[in-house]
């Protein structure tokens, strides 16, 4: 929402050179050991049989038994040959399969590249030939056949000796598919004995990419390498404005993991802040897991945030009753949160909100399974105001982030609890940036 104030003050929660210096010498699989061990009994991750929400049946991973996960696909990758330096390629949905093998590439001191699970054969070939991958993980068949036609365009294009992908781990292979090349992925990457982590942490340095991000997929991709000291340091910063105890707040992932943004959200803030996430692989459906999960933290593009609304709309269009209350309630909201917003609400506007919460807002919230959010983000493309001011007059605390994925996704943000600075140019703020300034920005 645009502030009706001009120009705030900036409060800065954490400066850069405090978080530095928090983060001085850490890495993903430093952090990732450092949750191991202070809670491995809690869920790190859910996923629903079948996946299916509405039956309610969920298998869980504690940080324990992530780590073992882990540990065991690690090994698998070194009998492949995976060490520091390579790269790995995974085509993989939003699964919990997904974070165990990312991880494992890590703690080999390796690079993990995601794929975009809708790129086409070009586009993945591009990627695979442009960052060296030596290994790719690709979840079902529908995936491989890509992988395997990428490939062989490559050889057939540039030879043999310019293609360095090795191998290819299939995952779930109901039929039993065979192919040169393609190994069994369960096997390799769960059937070994598990590598002792704490032994493996130091693979990785802070400096050392991490992950690798292909905003364009062309015929001429370029990679945006964010290294471990990237990552931890923006996936702490994020557990600064989370505030308070973040340990096993609840999220849902959902979003590609070839953007930085689920990567983010999904994975280093997970691991970082100790949240519980519930994977979802298939992004439709992600009305039916929030009425089954309830997160307390959730990021969304803005056409997530849309389609939730229209969800909402659509519901409350066969209730005329329900409808008059809530439009009604609406209408005397919009303003209450803006003044809200701006500090210049009363006592009056408190109790005037809560009448109409208990009345209109609160019951649609829970249908929506939108009643126990603590933080919710939108960023990744312009938001209407109008829609975020829609959402905080229903009692939604919807916050807009602005990112790019070279700082490791994110420069600046109006995040709730948090006052910033507004202009109109960002050059005329702090001049022209080169690639060490936007760091320093971020």
């Not at 982590?197 to 802070?206: F, G, K, M, R, T």
Request: glycine share 8%; proline share 5%.
């Amino acid at each position: 929402m645009v502030l009706a104030t001009p120009l705030l003050s900036l409060r800065v929660a954490i400066t850069k050179e405090q978080l530095d210096r928090r983060v001085e010498g850490q890495t993903v699989c430093s952090r990732f050991l450092d949750r191991v061990d202070a809670d491995p009994n809690r869920v790190a991750l859910r996923t629903f049989v079948e996946d299916d929400p509405g039956r309610g049946k969920a298998e869980t991973w504690t940080w324990s038994e992530y780590a073992d996960h882990v540990a065991r696909a690690a090994a698998g990758l070194r009998m492949l040959g995976v060490g520091p330096g390579d790269r790995v390629v995974l085509l993989l949905r939003n699964i919990p399969r997904f974070h165990f093998v990312d991880l494992a590439v890590n703690f080999l001191g390796a690079t993990s590249v995601s794929v975009h699970v809708a790129a086409e054969p070009e586009e993945v070939g591009a990627v695979a030939t442009d960052c060296g991958a030596k290994v790719a993980v690709v979840e079902d068949a529908e995936l491989l056949e890509r992988v395997l036609i990428a490939r062989d365009e490559v050889r057939d294009r540039l030879g043999d000796t310019v293609s360095e992908l090795r191998c290819v781990l299939l995952l779930d292979n109901p039929l039993g598919l065979r192919s040169p090349g393609v190994l069994d992925g369960v096997e390799i990457l769960e059937g070994q004995r598990a590598l002792k982590l704490h032994d493996e942490v130091d693979n990785a340095d802070p400096d050392d990419p991490a992950t690798m991000l292909y905003a364009e997929t062309g015929e001429s991709p370029t990679g945006i390498e964010l290294s471990h000291r990237d990552l931890v340091r923006t996936a702490a910063a994020y557990a600064e404005v989370l505030d308070g105890d973040t340990v096993g707040l609840r999220a849902i992932s959902y979003l590609p993991m070839s953007h930085v943004a689920e990567r983010m959200a999904g994975h280093y803030l997970a691991l970082v802040a100790g949240l519980e996430v519930t994977t979802c692989p298939w992004p439709d459906d992600l009305p039916a897991y929030l009425r089954a999960v309830r997160p307390e933290v959730l990021f969304g593009v803005p056409r997530v945030w849309e389609v939730i609304r229209a969800d909402i709309e659509a519901t409350l269009a066969d209730d005329a009753d329900a409808q008059e209350t809530f439009d009604d309630a609406l209408a005397k909201a919009v303003p209450i949160a803006e003044r809200q917003e701006t500090g210049d609400d009363t006592s009056d506007d408190e109790i005037a909100w809560a009448e109409l919460d208990e009345d209109a807002f609160r019951l649609v919230r829970k249908r929506a399974g939108l009643n126990a959010l603590k933080r919710a983000v939108t960023g990744a493309a312009p938001i209407p105001a109008e829609l975020i001011g829609w959402y905080r007059a229903i009692g939604v605390p919807l916050a807009e982030l602005d990112g790019l994925a070279e700082a490791a996704g994110s420069v600046d943000g109006a995040l709730p609890d948090c006052e910033a600075l507004l202009g109109a140019d960002v050059d005329a703020l702090f001049g022209d940036l080169d690639d060490d300034d936007s760091d320093d920005l971020a």
